[in-house]
């Protein structure tokens, strides 16, 4: 269950209600943000009679639920969660998309690809500064000098951006540059990273685990808000599969399954999930039709020479055909994209 303590309760409240949630053998874990609320867990599985709380001072709200992720499910809120990220609210209207190659590679590929995908709408800028690599001899990004190029990218064209935690003792490095840090595939499941990271207010984009069920995924999530960070955008990237005609199988059912679950914004990544640039276009379309709150797609200026990732890039043609297809989809679905006047502008 999940209490929502009232604005005003007092201390001597909030520790009556966890009181009585021990004494009935219930375990208690507080959560501060956005508002106080308490996750009541019941041990022993459903033996346990639920506590009644109702009428205790200082409670607003018990919402009953056996879900694996309180916090994240649909019961705690039925509004939709918007994540504000300096005014790019995704989760709302607007199908947000986020654009840039899959690492920060230099300063002339990354600022001539912020430039090109802002002016034909996107609204954050990604890039690798730390990159996961199968190979320890791949490229593994430029580190912290990729961080100061994905900033001085956003002093130049007002993106927001968004790159990737790797190494839990680069948090606050990574935090300095990023407006939002990206957890990766490889990184779902790495619970120590989660809860340090959620322990700041930065808005965090998590990555679905390759192998990782929805539930495992939301689980994810509940890790971050339990550590009292709200602000969490979820990301399908695919999941493996049995055939080699695409690297991973992008899983599009989970978009409507996340949004009757929980209340998160979910935004789909079509390039890791393909690993064909061929396919994006499509997929894209597919993402927003099916109810996506925005997109993540790998552009590069010249794809057959991008350091990684490459065959799965698009080219600044390719993206701004998908966004004035996306701009023309949009209208009848309710949705808005930043990509008004796209296709003259990219004339
Ligand atoms: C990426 O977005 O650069 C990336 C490595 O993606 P994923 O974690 O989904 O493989
Ligand atoms: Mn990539």
């Not at 390039?271 to 927003?288: K, N, V």
Request: one cysteine or more; charged letters at 20%; a positive charge.
């Amino acid at each position: 269950m999940t209490i929502l303590v009232n604005s005003s309760a007092s201390r001597q409240q909030i520790r009556r209600i966890l009181d009585v949630l021990h004494k009935n053998g219930w375990e208690s874990f507080v959560v501060h943000e956005p508002t106080t609320r308490i996750v009541g867990v019941n041990p022993k599985h459903g033996v346990l009679q639920a506590p009644c709380l109702d009428g205790l001072p200082g409670v607003e709200r018990v919402i009953h639920t056996s879900s694996q992720f309180p916090l994240a499910s649909r019961e705690a809120s039925p509004e939709n969660t918007v994540v504000d990220i300096d005014g790019v609210r995704v989760g709302g209207r607007e199908f947000v998309v986020v654009a840039g190659p899959c690492a920060v590679e230099s300063e002339e590929v990354l600022i001539e690809t912020a430039r090109a995908v802002k002016k034909l709408g996107a609204r954050i800028l990604r890039g690798g500064a730390f990159k996961p690599r199968s190979s320890p001899y791949a490229f593994q990004g430029l580190g912290k000098q990729g961080l100061k190029l994905l900033s001085k990218a956003r002093d130049l064209t007002g993106l927001k951006i968004c790159t990737e935690l790797l190494d839990p003792g680069n948090l606050a490095m990574v935090c300095d540059h990023a407006d939002i840090v990206q957890i990766g595939s490889r990184n779902m499941t790495n619970f120590a990273l989660l809860k340090k990271i959620g322990k700041l207010k930065k808005p965090i984009l998590l990555k679905r685990g390759m192998s990782a069920k929805v539930s495992e995924f939301l689980m994810a999530a509940e890790y971050l808000l339990a550590a009292g960070n709200p602000n969490v955008i979820l990301c399908e990237r695919g999941v493996v599969g049995f055939d080699q005609a695409t690297r991973n199988i992008l899983d599009l059912a989970c978009v409507p399954i996340v949004k009757t679950l929980s209340h998160l914004p979910i935004i789909v990544d079509p390039s890791h999930a393909t690993g064909y640039r061929e396919y994006i276009a499509p997929l894209s379309r597919a993402a927003l039709a099916v109810g996506a709150d925005g997109l993540l797609v790998e552009v590069h200026p010249r794809p057959a020479h991008a350091l990684c990732d490459g065959r799965q890039s698009i080219n600044f043609a390719q993206f701004g055909e998908i966004m004035a297809q996306l701009s023309a989809l949009a209208k009848p679905l309710g949705k808005t994209v930043n990509a008004d006047g796209a296709r003259t502008r990219a004339r």
